[in-house]
């Protein structure tokens, strides 16, 4: 019994000097096991060390393959890199350092798929530029008339014209890009008299409408007030498929829409012509500017002391005993002057009239795009009230 209790006092001796001796181990290799090279523990099987088999002969991930690539074999350790993005679609190339077979490849059907940005047999698509300028009206698309929309503006038409005298002759529908009118009628002369107009102009109705209003109610009283002789004839322009002021970014212009009239003269029955652009007479701008100019003139000559005034006033004497033979007779200047008088009092009465008939009236006054003609249109405005310059 004794020496059965000394033997069993070893043992647990010797277990517990294991056991610390173990648990040291332990923690020192776990405390090392950072500092360590990757593949550097050799497993313990069956009482014997193993080492880790070649890197050469680890199997490659599997991964789930798309359907539009191809299906690989297992590769070498380069396979643990991702291959560029050129190389998705075509098999690993063989290297001399490489002795791994290559075996062959299982190409899933898929659709064609276009080509990847990194092809250089397909040269990179590029945005196609903007245009420096918008199409012309008559380049653009649109709809053409219907036969609903032509009937229906034919009866307005017929309607409108119902009780005006005016000769005109109906055109086919117009359709000019976006340009054009579904009823356009060619106006040849209005009223009684059967006043011209040179050229024919193409119209829509109620421009025929408004005009023939405005020749037999205000022109005519007004040029047999100025001159004492009708108008028989008005020359102008009509229809022209273009922006305002024929600029590419503008608004589309009312004589696309065959809506507007520039009148540039007016011809008399004892053959005077009366133009916009002789007749009118100085324009504000102008009216405003020759001021500014006096106003400038006469403060240099207020600042210049008395001798220079003597000068001038003897220099304008002899000026004006030279001159004396020269000047026009009074009843001369006052026939003329009466005449430009005469011919600015009546277009500046013809364009105040159509500002009660058109929807814009458009003369010398507004700019300097307007310094010969009158333009004249019909467009309708939300404050129901004529643009009148």
Not at 109 to 131: E, G, L, M, Y
Not at 200 to 207: G, H, K, Q, V
Not at 246 to 260: F, K, N, Q, V, Y
Request: proline content about 11%; charged content about 25%.
């Amino acid at each position: 019994m004794a020496l059965r209790s000394k033997v069993a006092a070893k043992a647990d001796s010797f277990a517990v000097r294991t056991s610390v001796i173990l648990t040291r181990a332990i923690f020192v290799g776990l405390l090392l096991l950072p500092l360590l090279e990757p593949n550097s523990f050799y497993i313990m099987r069956a009482g014997r060390v193993t080492s880790p088999p070649p890197e050469t002969e680890l199997p490659a991930r599997s991964e789930p393959v798309p359907a539009a690539r191809e299906v690989r074999p297992k590769q070498t350790a380069e396979a643990d890199h991702p291959p560029a993005p050129a190389d998705v679609l075509s098999p690993p190339a063989r290297t001399a350092e490489s002795n791994v077979p290559s075996l062959p490849t299982v190409e899933a059907p898929s659709p064609a798929s276009p080509a990847q940005p990194t092809d250089p047999a397909v040269p990179p698509i590029t945005p196609r530029p903007p245009d420096a300028k918008p199409l012309p009206p008559s380049k653009q698309t649109a709809q053409a008339w219907t036969e609903s929309e032509i009937a229906e503006a034919k009866a307005e038409c017929a309607q409108i014209l119902s009780n005006v005298t005016a000769i005109t002759e109906p055109l086919p529908p117009a359709r000019e890009g976006i340009c054009g009118d579904p009823a356009p009628r060619e106006l040849r002369s209005i009223g009684e008299s059967k006043v011209k107009f040179d050229p024919p102009a193409t119209l829509n109705c109620r421009m025929i409408a408004g005009l023939a209003t405005w020749v037999t109610e205000k022109l005519q009283p007004a040029a047999q007030q100025n001159f004492g002789s009708p108008i028989v004839r008005i020359i102008g322009e009509s229809y022209s498929c273009r922006n305002r002021y024929g600029l590419s970014r503008a608004p589309l212009s009312e004589h696309a829409l065959m809506d507007a009239l520039d009148v540039t003269g007016f011809v008399l029955a004892d053959g005077k012509v009366i133009r916009v652009s002789k007749g009118w007479g100085p324009t504000a701008a102008q009216l405003k500017r020759e001021a500014a100019k006096t106003s400038e003139t006469l403060a240099h000559v207020e600042g210049k002391d008395g001798k220079f005034q003597v000068a001038a006033s003897k220099l304008g004497a002899n000026d004006l005993a030279s001159k004396k033979d020269e000047a026009p007779k009074p009843a001369e200047a006052d026939k003329e002057a009466a005449a430009k008088k005469a011919m600015s009092s009546f277009l500046r009465q013809a364009h105040e009239d159509a500002c009660g008939i058109f929807g814009t009236v458009l003369g010398p006054d507004a700019n300097a795009a307007h310094h010969d003609h009158f333009h004249l249109d019909m467009k309708e405005r939300r404050t129901k009230r004529a643009l009148c310059e």
